[in-house]
């Protein structure tokens, strides 16, 4: 007799790759998103300039780094040469007075990397080398997922930064630009998490630290054509259809979502606010599972502000910045300098430049964040100050995962204690360190290997690169021995 199908409840990258690798093993599968279109905070959407030129919206600017292997291999199925990538080879960093970093031609190999970057960076002496604690720094250098979370998940962020005793100067620009690109404020971020992400990017990344952009927007690129490849290998997609809440049924359950239906398995691929809802509206579905739901959280808001200028902005700007000392802003996308859309906007009317800021702090309205923004922007690039705007586009959101001190312990893993139903998403917890759109993508492809295996079939291969540090591993001298 012919099994329910398996269901997935959310269509973000990690309900998408959920659904790649049990399709592509033919099984039946049904996917529900809430939201019209399909790739959760990598989607886009339609929208219109007032001349009625049509573009893509976006809720900001996605990187693929090098490492993310499990992204690329998603992103294979619709594009095997990847040509839809265009490399990135140095993206600076900039601070206030001119202050600018790079990672042009650094050594992919640790520790050269490092000894390369401090050797060339204008905001470290050898004075203040002196200064700094040894012992705090090696532990980017021992990166183990049972040690580091163990020993530094109960601190902050801001407590091991401090330990490290790096002048602010330098602090700032290596540091502090880094740290925030996780969404979650210094303040309340585990340093455990902290740890993983400089192993994960830097420390233990054999690709390096350069990444490469869509040379067009995200929805048209990527989800659009993998939704119509999924639907090719028989996956019913249903757009703009909210789960109401699930029953169990036997060895299985029950989906409502406007109509029932049964599943012979369910994967909950939602961002936090959408599963700790879910879980409330489900009751006795969940049971065992609602103290790790429970325990999840978001971070503090960010914001995207979107500008379509008058005229073209002035040639040196960099495609992608990371910036520090300048009040909220974060990081400036000049998007002409890839995206093939917006190149075509300002060919006919002018730069398309986004601003970005994470961690924001509560008591901001949005005026105020908009105009902090643009300060922001004025004192990298005081050139654009006299420059028009014609249009914008401005979005706040808080949906993000918050990875707080003492919040791994209790952090759901993508297997549950409930029979055939796993989780998936950029907030679990994986056996190594993994972050945002390829944790995503990474916790989807388990979640389908764990129904797979349950079924005996054959599994999507897990690409990772190290999963411990050069000093947990002997590499370095011998001197790996640390406890």
């Known amino acids: 007799m012919e099994r329910d199908p398996i269901v997935i409840v959310g269509g973000g990258l990690a309900g998408l790759a959920a659904a790649t690798v049990l399709a592509e093993r033919r099984q039946s599968v049904v996917l529900f998103e809430r939201e019209r279109y399909l790739g959760g905070r990598v989607g886009s959407w339609s929208d219109r300039l007032a001349d009625g030129t049509p573009f893509q919206m976006e809720r900001g600017f996605h990187a693929f780094f090098r490492n993310y292997k499990n992204l690329r291999a998603l992103l294979r199925r619709v594009d095997p040469e990847l040509s839809m990538l265009l490399p990135l080879d140095d993206y600076p960093l900039l601070g206030p007075g001119g202050a600018r970093e790079s990672f042009r031609d650094l050594p992919r190999i640790t520790p050269l990397n490092v000894v390369e970057l401090v050797r060339r960076t204008p905001s470290l002496s050898l004075r203040d080398l002196g200064r700094v604690h040894v012992p705090s720094a090696l532990e980017m250098l021992r990166f183990d997922p049972e040690r580091t979370y163990a020993r530094w998940d109960e601190r902050t962020a801001r407590s091991y930064l401090d330990s490290l005793r790096f002048p602010p100067e330098a602090r700032r620009m290596l540091f502090e630009v880094f740290a925030h ?7 309340s971020y585990s340093a455990g998490e902290l740890l993983a992400m400089f192993h994960f990017y830097f420390l233990g990344n054999p690709d390096g630290l350069p990444f490469d952009v869509m040379k067009r927007p995200f929805g048209p690129a990527f989800i659009d054509p993998l939704a119509a490849y999924l639907e090719a290998h028989g996956v019913r997609i249903e757009r703009g259809v909210a789960v109401e809440r699930v029953e169990r049924d036997g060895d299985g359950f029950v989906v409502h979502a406007g109509e029932a239906v049964r599943a012979s398995a369910l994967v909950l691929a939602l961002d936090v606010p959408g599963l700790k809802g879910l879980a409330a509206r489900s009751g006795a579905a969940f049971e065992g599972l609602l103290p790790g739901i429970e325990s999840l959280e978001v971070t503090a808001r960010f914001a995207v502000l979107r500008l379509f200028y008058e005229g073209r902005g002035p040639v040196h700007l960099a495609p992608f910045a990371g910036t520090a000392g300048v009040g909220l802003l974060d990081n400036i996308s000049v998007y002409e300098r890839f995206e093939d859309e917006s190149e075509a906007i300002a060919r006919n009317q002018g730069s398309v430049i986004e601003l970005h800021a994470y961690g924001i702090p509560d008591g901001l309205d949005e005026a105020a964040i908009r105009a902090d923004l643009m300060a922001g922007l004025h004192a990298i690039h005081p050139e654009l100050a006299g420059m028009t705007v014609r249009e914008e586009r401005y979005l706040v959101r808080r949906d993000c995962p918050a990875f707080a001190p003492g919040s791994h312990r209790l952090r759901p893993t993508v297997a549950t204690k409930v029979p055939g139903l796993v989780l998936a998403g950029d907030f679990v917890k994986l056996p190594f360190a993994s ?15 764990l ?9 999507e291969p897990i690409r990772t690169g190290p999963r411990k540090g050069i000093l947990r591993r002997g590499m370095l001298l011998g001197l790996g021995a640390s406890p």
Do not use: I, K, V, Y
């Open 435 to 449: 972050a945002l759109m390829e944790r995503a993508t990474t916790s989807g492809m388990m979640a389908g290997n």
């Open 451 to 459: 129904l797979l295996a349950a079924r005996g079939l054959g599994q």
């Open 181 to 187: 690109s996780f969404f979650n404020p210094e303040d």
